[in-house]
């Protein structure tokens, strides 16, 4: 029996599964469109392909599945690769499905083919951020291809993939009995764990030292792991600090959480990480801005610090760092092994209640000094009182997704997270404009719960058309926009080793000005409301969440940068250049 590949591919995609598709049309993929007209997949419709990449990111993140993606060839491709590189570096499963030139005009110069160095080579602008990309280049290849770029992006360390597929073959037909006989292979793979004998030597060492500490990244989110990570901590007694990808991993009202390291931690929580003796680091690549550009006077010290790192990417281990011990294996599993073998070596739960103590007088001195500013009902709002509104008013369980700067960096610092997997940030790529659009994924993905898409004006002004979408599919985020006219976080970083904020703040003949984002909501028939006083965020927010639809909230904010004791290098670089021209 004959099909079309189209067809297949959309009865492959809803055997798997997959119920929501990111995308935009284009004449290249047009009959994959036609397919899903009558499928039980839904096409989610976005006017800019960022936002299709963004969202299917977000879903991702919110499903614990692999988003799909189907992009146009050439500027299709291009305008949703940031979203995928996004999703590359935060380790996120995503397979796009790319339309291509006809397979028989290869360097003619079809419409919108990329030919410069290679004839079609569309797909190779995605090689280095995707873990694989293919060009499909006969039909009967296909059934193979896109089953091995479900496995891989799922499998070791997640990531995209791109399966790049001329139209024409969109539009071939295959025997079906390809399709057919990949049904018995299995959609998930088992994944790693750790032997007894390596377990026991880990619990042994973390019971001997004297400063033993947990670190722990957003592998542990991916592995949906946090309620392992929890019992092992509350079992072993031992202090936990985060990167921001780590984030909500272990409650942030647990006793033994220290909070976020690096350039924007505090002086406790660094010195905690620099002085313990011996470091349990799981699911954590130890980068740039979580670890104070990597210099030992500021975060972590190792050595002399012993290192043990548990990941599911062997290429992450000892990158940074050198270890005690490196384990390759899921982090689920290796924490369930731990659990068991740590309850065998210690049947009563060990207690830290001097450490506990400890933190719990930080945390105390750390939140009066942000409440004299969180109670401020100045006007433009401080970002302190910006996120302790949000923060009192939404439920626990809600879904938060962030951009960069104080939406980012403040909430890392100053925005308790209780449960895992409902803070969604852009760590790796740091991406400006991942919020909007990623809240779109997750409120599909969890469509009960709470979103709002915390985001600068800078941020949400790079989509706004994110709007539509939201209009179009009645998905109720709340986008809060933190406004301060400006590219804040730079304009502050330009100002204090520049002396100016040239190119980084948004005027008008020399004067400061605001976009009208309420207006524009309701151009696309969104509601929405400008806060013009201090007490009026928190009632604004609480009527966005009760009505139940999209809807926009403008929040003037002070440029303020965020608070920090720690360190990024580039402050050095930047006042060595000062200096310089000086």
């Known amino acids: 029996m004959q099909d079309l590949i189209s067809h297949q591919l959309v009865k492959y995609l809803e055997n798997r599964g997959v119920e929501h598709i990111f995308g935009l049309c284009g004449h290249t993929n047009i009959a994959v469109l036609a397919a899903l007209e009558n499928s039980r997949i839904k ?7 960022q936002i299709a990449s963004h969202a299917a990111d977000g879903y991702a993140r919110a499903k614990k599945e692999t988003a799909v993606v189907l992009s146009h060839l050439g500027p299709g491709l291009t305008n949703a690769a940031t979203g995928v590189a996004n999703a590359a570096l935060d380790s996120i499963p995503m397979v796009v499905i790319a339309g291509d030139v006809p397979s028989h005009y290869y360097g003619k110069h079809p419409h919108q083919e990329i030919n410069l160095h290679a004839d079609a080579s569309q797909y190779e602008i995605y090689r280095p951020f995707v873990k694989r990309a293919w060009r499909v280049e006969r039909p009967d290849l296909f059934p193979e291809i896109i089953a091995k770029a479900f496995s891989l992006a799922e499998s070791g360390r ?3 993939v791109l399966v790049s597929v001329p139209m024409d073959i969109f539009s071939k037909e295959v025997d079906v009995s390809l399709f057919e006989r990949l049904q018995p292979h299995a959609n998930k793979l088992k994944r790693p764990s750790i032997d007894d004998q390596t377990a026991h030597e880990i619990i042994d060492s973390l019971a001997a030292a004297e400063r033993p500490l947990l670190y722990v990244g957003g592998g542990v989110m991916l592995a949906d792991a946090a309620a392992e990570l929890r019992a092992f901590v509350d079992h072993m007694g031992i202090p936990v600090a985060y990167t921001l990808m780590g984030k909500g991993a272990v409650s942030d009202d647990h006793p033994l959480t220290l909070g976020m390291t690096g350039f924007w931690g505090t002086t406790f929580i660094n010195d905690s990480c620099r002085n313990a003796d011996l470091i349990l ?7 740039e801005a979580d670890c104070s550009s990597w210099e030992p006077k500021y975060t972590f010290h190792i050595p002399p610090t012993r290192l043990i790192h548990i990941d599911i990417d062997p290429k992450e281990i000892g990158r940074n760092f050198p270890v005690e011990i490196g384990v390759v294996a899921d982090l689920k599993n290796a924490l369930h092994v731990l659990n068991r073998v740590a309850k065998t070596r210690f049947p009563q739960p060990r207690q830290n209640e001097a450490m506990a103590e400890k933190i719990r007088r930080y945390k105390e001195s750390f939140w009066a000094q942000v409440q004299k500013h969180a109670q401020s009902d100045s006007y433009p709002l401080r970002p302190e009182r910006i996120l302790a509104d949000v923060r009192e008013v939404l439920p626990q369980d809600a879904i938060m997704t962030t951009d960069v700067g104080w939406n980012k960096n403040g909430v890392g610092q100053q925005f308790p997270i209780y449960e895992a997997g409902t803070i ?8 400006m404009g991942f919020g909007s659009g990623g809240a779109l994924g997750a409120k599909l993905a969890q469509p009960d719960k709470v979103v709002v898409s ?4 800078g941020g949400f002004g790079q989509n706004p058309s994110v709007l539509a979408t939201a209009y179009e599919e009645n998905i109720s985020v709340i986008w809060l926009i933190m406004n301060n006219n400006a590219f804040g976080t730079i ?11 040239y ?5 008008k003949e020399g004067v400061s000005y605001s976009t009208d984002y309420v207006t524009i909501a309701k151009g696309y028939g969104i509601d929405g409301i400008k806060i013009e006083a201090a007490d009026q965020l928190k009632p604004a927010l609480q009527r966005a969440i009760a009505a139940e639809k999209p809807f926009v909230i403008d929040v003037a904010m002070l440029n303020e940068p965020v608070p920090t004791d720690g360190h990024w290098n580039i402050n050095d670089i930047y006042t060595s250049k000062v200096k310089q021209q000086v």
């Open 43 to 49: 096409f989610i419709n976005v006017r800019h392909e």
């Open 158 to 160: 997640p990531g995209p």
């Open 281 to 287: 680091a799981v699911g954590t690549r130890f980068s």
């Open 424 to 431: 969604l940030t852009p760590g790796g790529f740091a991406t």
């Open 454 to 457: 915390l985001i600068g004006d």
């Open 491 to 501: 304009a502050g970083l330009q100002e204090s080793h520049y002396g100016t904020t």
């Open 503 to 507: 190119g980084t703040v948004f005027l």
